[in-house]
């Protein structure tokens, strides 16, 4: 398993795909600590960013890398090697080289410029959302059987997520805002890794204006580390869940 | 006949001053407390406690005295009643610890009272678990000056740690409060001035007024209490200078206005409070060269609210600038420095050639369905805030600053 994690790392640090996406997002955060005085305010615009680009590149590149893998893939299976250790150290080597690009690309500009506590839970978060892409990235490739609906599917998860899902949710609240929607808001959050870290940034960034809300399941879940706790553990399970499903999908799937 | 009349008042005073005498109180002498001492001094008399453990049940101070502490002596009230209570003009009172007064619902039991009196100075002295600390009905021209006051820090039997009630000319100047109802309370008091305290973690207020006009209150510290200070019914109040710092939690606000005109807010610096300003049916308001950092939201406005200029002000990292309930198109808004204005300034002047709405479109939404809280600095918000910025017609046109400011007001 993890020999062919290391093989995998070792072909895409060749490949320099990943070289040039941790390069693009070590510009983007230089340029913005330097060209705002006020940090916070830098933090906030890469975190807008980083809830797009990460989970986009993160989806599309593991989904790619996956189909034009599926040779070396067919090979391995041809070896005695369980199907179990073959996905798995395919996941780790693809997830592991993002998420260096991650570190990389935004976590070392930010701990230079902006080590704070709102610094490190934007790294936690971007890199949860970077395992949580990678891992809806294996189950997307495996759902699919060729590389162009793989990739469909792929983009159809992003865009849902990190776009059409808030406007869904806005719908909601104005269709259904005579109720209670407390409880089903934060059930709501849950369903989606992109909000997930959003809020644990939010968390930090806003906490004064969070702490303004009357109800007690809302003060319950952003005052003390409830809400935190709660957002990394049910990004861990995005991390989690997918790549499970992928490795039952791909235990019984005709290569 | 003036100069007689002159020279007789000098020779009452010379007399006077001549007769007046120091009496010190210790343990186990033949002035064991203050009470006996207090009965046994005459009108301009001095009397000093030395350091020790008093029993203090309401010692009535009823003659034209000095009473200084020597070392901090302790009077103890025991839970039975009041600590002091002064009842004659000219009294100076310093350099106390004054404990466990009584509390209760039917009377305000204090650490020390004054009623009626005018002149009176109560400075240095410390109060530890009383009911009220320091509580002044009917005064005039007293100072209350480097006292700190602790309160029973239990909500049900808090009471207020400065209480003045029908006042006038009163100055409060560097005082502390704490663990009380409220830190500083005003109710009927005029023209007076309250200068340099700190009043934290009050269940209630950091200062309140009620009716209570043209007063003063500047450089003071308000941080981490119920709300930090609210003002209500009250006319031509100034808040100049004071600092409003981390006061936390759902109606939770920086400082509370509610049914006030003609007062003015200039000069204080709002950080981290859930609510900056908060405003309710308050006329001709004047906020200028205020710095709001970190709040919840910086101001909220109600619709109620007419005639208010707001001009050069800072707001920065706010998560909200300005929301209201409606519309404040009777307000005035200019020479702001907004830290989300996105505008350009073609001429370099330093002013921002496109107005801006610090009322957000999101902040709209948020004002109808409060728990798209979750959504804030998703895609989609910044997607409406920008809709709303290219068109604004989208929204009903509001509040705007003409001249918003490029670079922050340098303080």
Redesign the interface.
């Known amino acids: 398993m993890f020999k062919i994690a290391k093989y995998i790392i070792l072909d895409i640090i060749r490949s320099k795909v990943l070289i040039a996406y941790t390069l693009l997002l070590a510009t983007i955060c230089t340029v913005i600590f330097l060209s705002d005085s006020?940090v916070?305010?830098g933090l906030?615009s890469i975190?807008?960013i980083v809830?797009?680009i990460v989970p986009l590149v993160s989806i599309i590149y593991a989904t790619t890398y996956y189909f034009n893998a599926a040779e070396f893939t067919e090979l391995l299976v041809s070896q005695p090697i369980k199907r179990r250790d073959i996905l798995l150290g395919e996941y780790l080597g693809i997830s592991s080289s993002i998420l260096g690009a991650f570190v990389l690309g935004v976590c070392l500009p930010v701990a230079l410029f902006a080590l704070s506590a709102t610094g490190i839970t934007l790294m936690v978060a971007g890199g949860l959302v970077t395992l949580s892409f990678t891992s809806l990235a294996f189950w997307a490739s495996t759902k699919t059987r060729d590389k162009s609906k793989g990739i469909g599917l792929a983009l159809m998860i992003w865009f849902y997520a990190?776009?059409i899902y808030?406007?869904l949710?806005?719908l909601f609240?104005?269709t259904f805002?005579d109720y209670p929607?407390?409880k089903a808001?934060?059930v709501?959050?849950a369903l989606n890794p992109v909000?997930l870290a959003?809020?644990m940034?939010?968390l930090k960034?806003?906490?004064?204006?969070?702490?303004?809300?009357?109800g007690a399941l809302?003060?319950q879940f952003f005052g003390s580390g409830t809400g935190i706790a709660f957002s990394v553990s049910m990004l861990f399970i995005w991390s989690v869940l997918p790549v499970l499903l992928a490795l039952k999908i791909f235990s019984k799937k005709d290569l | 006949m003036k100069r007689i009349s002159l020279i007789c008042l000098f020779a009452v005073a010379v007399t006077v001053a001549s007769h007046a005498r120091t009496l010190v109180v210790a343990v186990d002498t033949a002035l064991p407390d203050l009470k006996a001492a207090v009965a046994e001094a005459a009108d301009g008399d001095t009397i000093k406690v030395k350091k020790g453990y008093y029993y203090s049940y309401n010692t009535l101070i009823t003659k034209r005295l000095t009473i200084i502490g020597d070392g901090y002596p302790v009077l103890d009230a025991n839970y039975k009643e009041e600590v002091v209570t002064i009842l004659t003009n000219g009294v100076t009172f310093s350099g106390f610890v004054l404990k466990n007064s009584k509390t209760g619902s039917m009377r305000d039991y204090a650490g020390i009272r004054l009623h009626k009196v005018h002149n009176v100075t109560i400075s240095n002295n410390r109060l530890i678990n009383n009911f009220f600390g320091i509580y002044l009905s009917d005064c005039d021209h007293v100072s209350v000056i480097g006292n700190t006051t602790s309160g029973t820090g239990t909500e049900l039997t808090a009471g207020n740690g400065i209480h003045a009630w029908q006042c006038h000319d009163v100055i409060i100047m560097n005082n502390y409060s704490t663990r009380h109802r409220d830190g500083i309370y005003f109710e009927f008091v005029k023209k007076s001035r309250i200068i340099s305290n700190t009043s934290e973690r009050n269940f209630r207020y950091g200062l309140h007024f009620m009716f209570s006009d043209d007063d003063l209150y500047q450089k003071n510290t308000f941080r981490n209490n119920g709300s930090g200070v609210a003002v209500m019914y009250s006319k031509r109040i100034r808040m100049f200078d004071n600092l409003f710092i981390e006061n936390w939690g759902s109606s939770i606000y920086g400082l509370l206005l509610k049914d006030i005109t003609r007062s003015q807010i200039v000069g204080n610096r709002f950080v981290r409070n859930t609510t900056g300003i908060y405003m309710e049916g308050c006329n001709l308001m004047t906020a200028n060269n205020n710095t709001f950092i970190n709040n919840g939201w910086a101001m909220r406005i109600l619709a109620n609210c007419e005639n208010g200029t707001f001009e050069r002000n800072n707001f920065e990292s706010n998560s909200f600038d300005v929301t209201t309930n409606g519309l404040l198109n009777l307000n005035k808004f200019d020479q702001n420095y907004w830290d989300k204005y996105e505008g350009y300034d073609l001429n370099k002047d330093g002013t921002g050639d496109v107005p801006y709405r610090p009322v957000s479109l999101y902040a709209q939404i948020m004002e109808q369905i409060p728990q798209s809280v979750m959504l804030m600095r998703s895609f989609m918000v910044n997607l409406l805030d920008k809709v709303e910025r290219a068109i604004p017609s989208l929204t009903p046109e509001s509040v705007k600053d003409i001249n918003p400011k490029m670079k922050p007001w340098t303080r």
């Open positions: 006020d916070i305010k906030v975190t807008t809830m797009i990190a776009i808030d406007a949710v806005l609240l104005f805002s929607l407390e808001m934060i709501l959050t909000d959003r809020i940034i939010l960034l806003d906490i004064s204006a969070l702490m303004g809300y009357t809302y003060r």
